[in-house]
């Protein structure tokens, strides 16, 4: 099939562009903020397509936070945003799960942030870990056994700034030692945009200790 060759966005094709495209999607660290700094000329641009009737839709592959908590952040900045235009890769998760028909009887170890443990719930899902096991620590003794819960089912990783020690072993463990144990990766960033000043390590670090059962959302 024949297609027009690529052309540079300028002010004489942009409304021929407009008028061709009914949705858009944005991603949200670093397109629409950087950290809690909006960018500039974003409120103007959303203003003027939604008032052409475009559908927006902000994704976003940071799981820190949830649909809701992406709503608030938005509407702290003075953009109002519906759960709805939101698709979080905290919530791809939890719909990964709901997809594949995951046991509710298992649970999921989580190492990341409240919006994966909030995604999970809402979905159902029985989840564990997150900023709670930041401050529990891994005792290495001579004959140690590390316990770990065996109805784990899953372990999801997204960025964390609470990982230590303890998360890793525990993720480790229920990979390993429980039958069938999925994991499931949401986002394999190197670096992203957590502040307006500097580029942070992003969730790829967190995933290297795990070899097996890797699935990315």
Excluded at 135 to 151: G, V
Excluded at 199 to 206: A, K, Y
Aim: hydrophobic share 40%; glycine share 8%.
């Amino acid at each position: 099939m024949n297609s027009s060759p690529a052309q540079l966005l300028s002010a004489h094709n942009v409304n021929q562009l407009l008028d061709s495209v009914q949705a858009f999607l944005f991603d949200c660290d670093g397109v629409i903020w950087k950290g809690d700094q909006l960018i500039d000329g974003v409120p103007e641009t959303l203003h003027m397509l939604r008032s052409k009737g475009k559908k927006l839709v902000f994704v976003t592959n940071n799981s820190t936070k949830s649909r809701s908590q992406y709503a608030n952040k938005f509407l702290s900045l003075g953009i109002s945003v519906t759960e709805d235009e939101i698709f979080s890769s905290s919530f791809a998760a939890a719909m990964y799960l709901q997809l594949i028909n995951f046991p509710q009887h298992k649970k999921v170890y989580v190492i990341g942030e409240q919006g994966i443990l909030e995604e999970l719930q809402l979905a159902g899902f029985t989840a564990l870990g997150g900023p709670e096991d930041g401050k529990k620590t891994a005792q290495l003794k001579s004959n140690c056994l590390f316990e770990h819960d065996k109805s784990v089912g899953a372990v999801v990783v997204g960025l964390d700034q609470y990982i230590n020690y303890y998360k890793l072993q525990y993720g480790t463990l229920c990979i390993r030692e429980n039958p069938g144990c999925l994991f499931i990766a949401t986002n394999r960033d190197a670096v992203g945009h957590m502040t307006d000043l500097q580029e942070w390590p992003g969730s790829f670090f967190f995933y290297i200790p795990f070899s097996r059962n890797f699935k990315i959302t």
